[in-house]
């Protein structure tokens, strides 16, 4: 039995128990905007793609009354009307007149939840992780949401997840998260930005600011490609440019990369 339990790789909640960390929330249903069971799988595969989101932003945006000009910022009013079409189809939208919808379940508070169950779907569905999103800690010090954790290779993963552009963003929020990230020790971390705009502009500038002001001799943030972004190997900054699940995969294989040298 003991040898069992010894080979038995320890599960998500046991890895929190180590660092003193036991969950008291997670997972809220109170604005997260899915379909019934029957159509999740579909609904999954629409938010996959960002110009879905975008639409599903100015949905909520406008949730108590919007026609297709309100939530086509990012698509064409072609595109958009079979998004509300399919969004009518799958029971999340109803018509409340000619040319005009609204939300079925409301309030909802922003696309911030939805976004979350979203990632740790991906990290279950994709890459066959343990994960949990929108965590709650009940204990002193650092505050706050940790917006998904995931279990990978008996090793702890934590990933910020921003669903407001850029210029929404604040170095409070970068030094929250970096805070976090010290508290919680995770073995990698992802700071993701629901974007397609350009990191370099003003996120990578706000962690340079945020590390010279912790550390005597900060680390380099190093530009993997494009606009993903890598603080020694644990620390992670992606936008959702190419797609949500490549990006991840990116940092994924650059974490674990072999580093054996021959001496």
Do not use: C
């Amino acid at each position: 039995m003991r040898r069992v339990i010894f080979e038995t790789p320890p599960n998500l909640e046991t890895l929190l128990r180590t660092r003193g960390l036991t969950i008291y929330k997670s997972e809220p249903l109170q604005d997260l905007v899915i379909p019934e069971t029957t159509h999740i799988n579909g609904f999954y595969k629409k938010l996959l793609h960002y110009s879905f989101r975008i639409f599903l932003r100015d949905v909520i945006k406008h949730q108590e009354k919007f026609s297709v000009k309100d939530v086509a910022k990012y698509a064409s009013p072609e595109v958009t009307e079979n998004y509300i079409r399919f969004m009518v189809e799958i029971g999340l939208v109803e018509p409340l007149g000619k040319e005009i919808f609204r939300l079925i379940r409301r309030p909802i508070r922003s696309f911030g939840v939805t976004l979350e169950w979203l990632l740790a779907e991906i990290f279950k569905g994709d890459f066959g992780l343990e994960a949990i999103w929108g965590v709650k800690f009940r204990r002193p010090g650092v505050g706050g949401d940790y917006d998904l954790l995931a279990k990978i290779n008996s090793s702890l993963l934590y990933m910020e997840i921003k669903s407001s552009p850029p210029k929404q963003v604040y170095v409070k929020e970068v030094a929250a998260y970096l805070d976090r990230v010290s508290d919680l020790n995770p073995k990698i971390s992802i700071f993701f930005m629901d974007t397609e705009l350009r990191m370099k502009d003003k996120m990578v500038p706000m962690f340079e600011d945020e590390l010279l002001l912790r550390y005597p001799n900060p680390p380099k943030i190093r530009r993997m490609e494009k606009e993903l972004f890598s603080i020694e190997n644990k620390i992670f900054i992606m936008n959702a440019a190419r797609s949500i699940r490549g990006n991840i995969e990116r940092i994924l294989i650059e974490y674990f990369k072999p580093s054996f040298q021959f001496a």
